[in-house]
């Protein structure tokens, strides 16, 4: 089945430095990703989504990557401010419409980003 | 997409009660979905609904049960809850392929 994993726990930076998130997954089948972004006290938000298709995708500050080679995405955050301080999930799924698996996610463990005045 | 709602929100019960979780979505989407989140892991999905008529189980069903009383409404129970299902929950409903959560519950079981 599907597994989602996060290479490091936590990641501290520097308010206005570049943040990078990563997140390996093993399922070949998966070809839908999301990142989501969850705050202390909240539910998880979405940021951005990628599809198999797409090795890039931007969106405002943020960047997901796709490598389907190496089973790797990461998001990136420009000119991280201490609002995006939270705990960032790759989540992967696939499917097609109407599916058994569409819309069903596998999420990764998270990652804990600090980011520091 | 933010119209999930969950009552309540925190919640202390005591080992054995029968409780359960609300969850309610305005939009009619069909697809809805039950997780637990733990402290330092990641959300584990306990049961799923793609239309009032289907309910599936998912990694962790085990202590938990659900019902889909309408499309707008996915209820979670603990029949006879315990310490060890103390945790956050969190209802998600998905519009095509992205779910979008409610805001929590946080559940602690003495």
């Known amino acids: 089945g599907e597994s989602v994993g996060l290479h490091l726990p936590t990641l501290s930076v520097q308010e206005g430095d570049n943040s990078i998130i990563n997140c390996a997954y093993s399922n070949s089948a998966s070809d839908y990703f999301i990142w989501y972004k969850q705050e202390s006290g909240k539910g998880p938000q979405f940021i951005i989504d990628?599809?198999?298709?797409?090795d890039k995708r931007q969106g405002q500050r943020v960047t997901v990557l796709l490598n389907k080679t190496v089973k790797h995405l990461s998001l990136q955050i420009a000119a991280t401010q201490p609002g995006d301080s939270a705990v960032y999930f790759c989540?992967?799924?696939?499917?097609?419409?109407?599916?058994?698996?569409?819309?069903?996610?596998?999420f990764g463990q998270g990652t804990i980003l600090t980011v520091h005045p | 997409d933010a119209d999930v709602t969950q009552t309540p929100r925190n919640r202390i019960t005591k080992t054995g009660k029968r409780i359960m979780l609300e969850c309610s979505q305005t939009?009619?989407?069909?697809?809805m979905y039950w997780y637990r989140q733990d402290p330092g892991l990641g959300l584990r999905l306990i049961y799923y609904?793609?239309?009032?008529?289907?309910?599936n189980k998912g990694e962790i069903s085990d202590g938990y049960s659900v019902s889909r009383q309408a499309q707008a409404k996915f209820s979670l129970s603990l029949e006879s809850a315990i310490p060890n299902q103390t945790a956050l929950y969190f209802c998600?409903?998905?519009?095509?392929?992205?779910?979008?959560f409610g805001p929590g519950t946080r559940l602690l079981v003495l």
């Open positions: 989540a992967g799924g696939g499917g097609n419409a109407g599916g058994t698996s569409y819309g069903k996610l596998t």
């Open positions: 990628i599809r198999s298709n797409m």
């Open positions: 609904s793609f239309d009032v008529k289907d309910i």
């Open positions: 998600a409903k998905s519009v095509q392929e992205t779910q979008y």
């Open positions: 939009k009619g989407h069909d697809r």
